[in-house]
């Protein structure tokens, strides 16, 4: 069982920065490829950036790329996603989640971290 805990959220102007951290307990994260998601008001939780196991490689909404980097450190359990250049309309609770090693699906989620832009 692996549990995962976000935090880093916050009330930020847009234009600012935050860097939300995943922090990992029960059982090595470097098992997992391990994703961030974010869930806006009244509307769908989705993809924002991904990391592979060891970190070689990472993937980003079209949304996002060139203003989130998403980073992980396996000796410290963490996982990493700095967001900068925000906007209000990216106000959202913001998981991280561990991605199934046979690639089916999501093994765990975190609750969630809120991240509010004020314009």
């Known amino acids: 069982q692996v549990q995962l805990v976000e935090s880093g959220g916050g009330l930020v102007q847009a234009g600012g920065s935050l860097r939300l951290s995943c922090t990992a307990s029960?059982?090595?994260?470097?098992?997992?490829?391990m994703d961030w998601f974010r869930q806006a008001p009244g509307k769908e939780r989705e993809f924002v950036a991904g990391?592979?196991?060891?970190?070689?490689?990472?993937y980003y909404a079209d949304s996002v790329k060139g203003r989130f980097t998403i980073s992980r450190d396996n000796a410290k359990n963490m996982v990493y996603l700095q967001i900068n250049s925000l906007k209000p309309e990216e106000t959202a609770v913001y998981y991280c989640?561990?991605?199934?090693?046979?690639?089916?699906?999501?093994?765990?989620w975190g609750q969630g971290t809120q991240v509010t832009v004020s314009s």
């Open positions: 989640a561990a991605r199934s090693p046979t690639g089916n699906g999501y093994v765990y």
């Open positions: 029960g059982r090595t994260l470097s098992t997992y490829a």
């Open positions: 990391i592979s196991r060891l970190g070689v490689n990472t």
